[in-house]
């Protein structure tokens, strides 16, 4: 099982990438799906999460410009961002919570390889 994390770059103030992170490998079934960052010299960070379900949680430096989604069935997490600001700056993670084909009763917590958003004029 991995976490193939797309969408960063070099991206204007005010901006709106979409990050991308798809799941693959034996999978039986994804629990929560989020996003972290990471800034220079900080620890990283809660984003967004999403729930199964549909039910999201968001940091409040993100509240009202950033979106976290999912698609079940591309076992795929999204995370719109709109107005991005230079503070955002950071390498951003996805993480999942997964139970693998033939090991359904335990869950796995699993990182993709992170991807770099600069904010910059």
């Known amino acids: 099982v991995q976490l193939q994390a797309s969408g960063g770059g070099l991206v204007q103030p005010g901006g709106s990438p979409r990050l991308s992170c798809e799941a693959s490998?034996?999978?039986?079934?994804?629990?929560?799906m989020g996003w972290y960052r990471q800034a220079p010299g900080k620890q990283r960070e809660l984003v967004a999460a999403i729930t199964s379900g549909g039910s999201t949680n968001y940091a409040d430096s993100v509240k009202g410009r950033f979106t976290i989604s999912r698609d079940n069935a591309k076992n795929t997490v999204y995370l719109q961002m709109n107005s991005l600001k230079p503070e955002d700056t950071a390498v951003h993670y996805c993480?999942?919570?997964?139970?693998?084909?033939?090991?359904?009763?335990?869950?796995?917590?699993?990182w993709g390889q992170g991807t770099l958003v600069t904010v910059s004029s």
């Open positions: 490998g034996s999978i039986f079934s994804i629990n929560a």
């Open positions: 993480n999942a919570g997964i139970r693998r084909a033939g090991s359904w009763f335990k869950e796995y917590d699993y």
